[in-house]
């Protein structure tokens, strides 16, 4: 068997074990429904209701796609100018480190109040806690080049802009592409908190609802709605990441060998 079906076998194999055990536990040992569903349950809830799921998935997809990209946008931005920048550096970027220190949750109601029960303020917080792994990747990125390589395309009467196009840009991909993954999945949670918070649409929104009147075997539907939505931008982000890094090598998990 090759190492690529290998890979996507173990995992579903070791979920499949798991439902398992989780269904005859459920089922054994007569968990009430309102306390732990069993999957089979779950299951069944995510088939009849799987119009609301995918019309609240809906909304929370466009949440994470905008905030992602709002982040994507603003954390490159910053970076090349921190990067350009050594004053920007000293004075920025201890600020946007000590913004990552504080909580969503506190966040969250601040914006609500400021824009109120809409798409934007779960955009916002989407794209503020997902920006922060690209600043740090694009500007480690940037830094790749040696001062040899860098030197080289000086004597060859290169410009700076020349140079970023030509050099940095190209060597920051491969990190860009690792900020971007991290993101991906902070842009899940960040929309998710922001529809916790306040909310009259979404899965966050649904979940919330569901809870309240004791139907978990639907807010666990909601659960695996919004995973496998994270998996679908987490998924479109490495098809593009395969096609813009085209000269990277793919990166396997196998040990030894």
């Known amino acids: 068997m090759s190492r690529r079906w290998t890979r996507w076998l173990a995992p579903v194999v070791l979920l499949l074990v798991l439902l398992a055990i989780w269904e005859i536990v459920a089922r054994g040992l007569h968990v009430p429904d309102f306390i732990l569903p069993a999957p089979s349950q779950i299951a069944v809830s995510f088939v009849e209701h799987f119009a609301e799921l995918a019309w609240h998935g809906g909304v929370t997809l466009l949440e994470m796609a905008l905030g992602l990209s709002i982040g994507t946008l603003g954390g490159i931005a910053l970076a090349i100018a921190v990067f350009y920048s050594s004053l ?16 969503v949750f506190a966040i969250a109601p601040i914006l609500i109040v400021w824009m109120g029960y809409g798409l934007w303020p779960k955009v916002t917080v989407a794209a503020l806690i997902s920006f922060f792994p690209l600043v740090v990747n694009v500007s480690d990125g940037l830094r790749e080049p040696s001062e040899g390589a860098v030197d080289l395309f000086r004597s060859m009467g290169a410009t700076r802009m020349q140079i970023f196009r030509k050099l940095r840009w190209p060597a920051c991909l491969p990190t860009l592409f690792s900020g ?36 978990m075997s639907l807010v666990f539907a909601a659960i695996v709605m919004l995973s496998l939505l994270g998996l679908l931008l987490f998924g ?7 096609r813009v890094v085209h000269w990277r090598p793919a990166t396997s998990h196998s040990r030894g060998g």
């Open 88 to 103: 920007l550096d000293k004075a920025l970027y201890p600020l946007i480190i000590g913004s990552q220190m504080i909580p």
């Open 236 to 242: 479109a982000i490495r098809i593009i990441e395969r």
């Open 180 to 215: 971007l993954r991290v993101s991906t999945t902070l842009a899940v949670v960040g929309a998710t908190i922001g529809e916790w918070v306040g909310a009259h649409q979404g899965l966050g929104y649904l979940m919330l609802q569901s809870n309240a009147r004791l139907r």
